[in-house]
């Protein structure tokens, strides 16, 4: 890999590495739980990706991609208490690592010869695929389930744009920093201004298209769906 791709990599190993860091600390789950929460997130969607592209995955080829995970659960460890109610931390450390493993995966698939379409996909996969791990073993409802606000958008934006590039004959390393950059300011703001994509319509019947019964199309009270829950949701103790 160029120099500059194997440093976003290895960021994007961090960055989530960190979110599931500091999940398991509001979990309470010790250090070896959070290493292994760490190194699930951290390099799950690239193995997942690596293995439907038919090859060995990277961070198994490369010991190096173990030093971030590690890095992280002793740095989260060491913070003791201060990092057991972070939320916007861990939001902030996973809009970073979909933001990167977005751009880097769908570099990596699209040169391994597949269509640009599932360039795409696996780039998307890359992104999200470590997440929805780090949330089911943490037993939470995965950010890409949980429809409090933008998730998964940005990262077809950003692979979108990634693939584009690379049809086009432009890529340059530095266009996936650039990406990356765009995809995280994407993710943030759709979760701080609580961007959402529509909902599915319950009970909607012809009397309410009529609008003689309007009250179907009312969104149900929000309820608090974990750490990825709506800002307006947030329980007292979160620290913003």
Not at 225 to 235: N, S
Request: glycine letters at 10%.
């Amino acid at each position: 890999m160029e120099p500059l791709m194997l440093a976003l990599d290895l960021l994007g190993v961090l960055a989530f590495a960190a979110s599931g860091n500091l999940l398991a600390a509001r979990k309470n789950i010790d250090i070896m739980g959070s290493l292994v929460l760490g190194l699930a997130v951290g390099l799950g969607g690239g193995i997942m990706r690596d293995v439907m592209l038919g090859r060995v995955p990277n961070s198994l080829q490369e010991p190096i991609y173990l030093i971030p995970p590690v890095i992280s659960a002793l740095t989260v460890y060491l913070l003791g208490r201060r990092a057991l109610h972070a939320r916007v931390p861990i939001i902030a450390f996973d809009a970073l690592g979909l933001g990167v493993f977005v751009t880097t995966g769908t570099t990596i698939a699209w040169e391994a010869g597949v269509p640009v379409a599932s360039a795409i996909l696996l780039g998307v996969l890359t992104g999200v695929g470590g997440g929805m791990i780090r949330d089911v073993l943490a037993n939470e409802i995965p950010a890409v389930f949980n429809g409090s606000d933008l998730y998964i958008l940005p990262g077809i934006v950003g692979a979108s744009l990634m693939a584009l590039i690379e049809e086009l004959g432009w890529f340059e390393p530095w266009w996936a920093l650039v990406i990356a950059v765009l995809v995280f300011t994407f993710r943030m703001l759709a979760w701080r201004l609580e961007w959402r994509v529509p909902s599915p319509m319950r009970g909607w019947s012809y009397r309410a298209v009529l609008g003689r019964n309007l009250s179907v199309f009312r969104r149900p009270p929000e309820r608090d769906r974990g750490v990825f829950a709506p800002r307006r949701t947030r329980r007292f103790d979160d620290i913003d």
